[in-house]
Nanobody
Framework: QVQLVESGGGLVQAGDSLRLSCAAS????????LGWFRQAPGKEREFVAA????????RYYADSVQGRFTISRDNGKTVYLQMNNLKAEDTAAYYC??????????????????WGKGTLVTVSS
């Protein structure tokens, strides 16, 4: 059974940092693109960041998080999202996602093969 399990969400103040983790299991993900999306209350789910294959993959970021968030992955099955200088507008449920191609995650709408169930990040101002 394929699973993507997120962790690391919580309540922080503006300017703080958080690191989200997503553990993938149930199949080989080394050739998959792993990424993060977020969905704020009343808004559509949006792309945040993605990293291609493990071991030196390329990274992609939404403009709104560029320079503040860093995505990384290790061993092909765990992806992280380091979030620095958090802002109130970063408040959302954050979802891990996996797809064979980067275009699948960055397209609108995205074509995601596997989703996690999400972890909530709340940033108080």
């Amino acid at each position: 059974q394929v699973q993507l399990v997120e962790s690391g969400g919580g309540l922080v103040q503006a300017g703080d940092s958080l690191r989200l983790s997503c553990a993938a299991s149930g199949r080989t993900f080394s050739s998959y693109v792993l990424g993060w999306f977020r969905q704020a209350p009343g808004k559509e789910r949006e792309f945040v960041a993605a990293v291609t294959r493990s071991g030196g993959g390329s990274r992609y970021y939404a403009d709104s998080v560029q320079g503040r968030f860093t995505i990384s992955r290790d061993n092909g099955k765990t992806v992280y999202l380091q979030m620095n200088n958090l802002k109130a507008e970063d408040t959302a449920a954050y979802y891990c996602a996996a797809a064979p191609l980067i275009q699948s995650l960055t397209s609108k709408p995205p074509v995601v093969e596997y989703w996690g169930k999400g972890t909530l990040v709340t940033v108080s101002s």
